[in-house]
């Protein structure tokens, strides 16, 4: 059964950093591709970073080259988002997913989420 646990959301002020952690069973994480996805009260779900399971480098949404910065520790089954330079914009639970670009088509290929608020 693929399970995805994301933890490390909170509150931040605008400009502060903040990482993200998600680990991952029930699937082989080693060659399964991963991203991070994100949704704002009365928003759509969004894609916000993925990371290949092989050479392809990261990619990133535009609202968030620079800032963002999406990992993974295959030993651990664990995905990474560090970050940093957080806007209020940026408030919203965030999901991991197993896709490397897009919003996977089966909820199951998704977590269950961790907030992050940024606010003064």
């Known amino acids: 059964q693929v399970q995805l646990v994301e933890s490390g959301g909170g509150s931040v002020q605008p400009g502060g950093s903040l990482t993200l952690t998600c680990t991952g069973s029930?699937?082989?994480?080693?060659?399964?591709?991963m991203s991070w996805l994100r949704q704002a009260p009365g928003d759509s779900l969004k894609w916000v970073a993925g990371t290949s399971s092989g050479g392809t480098p990261p990619r990133y949404t535009e609202s968030v080259k620079g800032r963002f910065t999406i990992s993974r520790d295959n030993a651990k089954s664990t995905v990474y988002l560090q970050m940093t330079d957080l806007r209020p914009e940026d408030t919203a639970t965030y999901f991991c997913?197993?896709?490397?670009?897009?919003?996977?088509?089966?909820?199951?290929?998704w977590g269950q989420g961790t907030q992050v608020t940024v606010a003064s």
């Open positions: 029930g699937f082989d994480f080693d060659i399964s591709p």
């Open positions: 997913a197993r896709t490397f670009q897009g919003i996977p088509a089966a909820r199951r290929d």
